[in-house]
């Protein structure tokens, strides 16, 4: 089913006129001061991530680096083995990624390989068919999509959208027939089950990339980012989740956090910038070669500062991490000219 979305185009003509002032541009404010320390190193890094509160760049040769800092300069420390993997569960999508929860659900994947949806913009043609949740009494639950549908994701995210203090699951769900939408699920008396989805694309291989959830408007609730259409100008759309809807609160153009066929899902971060408690979005501009810093406090976007590359274009993730130690997060990522760059910001 195809229900549970307010969207715009379904409001009276006094309210989309409203709306269509977030269509705009983002409204430019004082520029967020930033300082941005890069390191060209000889390996180009092909994955940014973090663990344990550290950050790490994994090179094409498999080697792993820690990020660090040493007399004001990034510094690279290899690091030795890679720690023990846990147990990837039965029936996971090949290339899924398990994420873990410290709520109700403890970890939740993507199920079902299927070829039935012949996109590939993920890398391949196989996608999901199912999602499963542990929960933590340790009992599993899983749902299965209908057959005109699959999840074309690697991962499904938990979050409290709802403020019930129970996390909800994230997924992007491509329909055969009509392209991407966003969907929520959640466990209940009856099971694991979408309780929610945004509208379709409406058009066959047209894809939409998550970007995070926070309360990003300021009025005390999770709100879900994502990027509809990131290959061909996409869109940056804010959604609540009220009253078991999924309201877009607010659009901007010309984004892109994935290029066609690639694995990587995480260019984009979620991180308190300006430091007044309320989260902005760093998201790279449609061809990737710069990063916006913006924010959509008080339900209207504002632009709060570029990050330009000089020419070179987004290689790997935004990972978030504390680098000095002083209590304000970082982002540090790579750039397809092999620099590591680390941006830290001056509120």
Known sequence: MRTNVIDPRDWPIPLLAGFLLLLLQASP???LETKILSLTFKEKPVRVFTQDSKAFIATG???VFRIGLK???LVLVAEEG???AKNRPKGILPDGVVLYGSKDITAAWLTGATRRYDHGVLGDDVEATGLAVELAGGKRLELKLEKNSVFEDRLARLADLDGDGKDEIIAVRSYLDAGAALAVAKPGSQGLRIIAETRPIGIPHRWLNPVGVGDFDGYGGNEVALVKTPHIGGSLE???LEKGRLRL????RSFSNHSIGERELGKAAVIDADGDGVPEIILPEAGQRSLRILSFKGGRFSDLGRIDHEGSTLGTAL???DLDRN???EIVYGLSDGRIMAVFFEP
């Open 29 to 31: 404010v004082a520029a």
């Open 61 to 63: 040769k498999g080697a």
């Open 71 to 73: 007399d004001g300069e």
């Open 82 to 84: 890679g720690g023990k």
């Open 238 to 240: 804010i959604y609540a």
């Open 249 to 252: 609160k607010g659009e901007i």
């Open 319 to 321: 990972a978030v991490t």
């Open 327 to 329: 209590g304000n997060m």
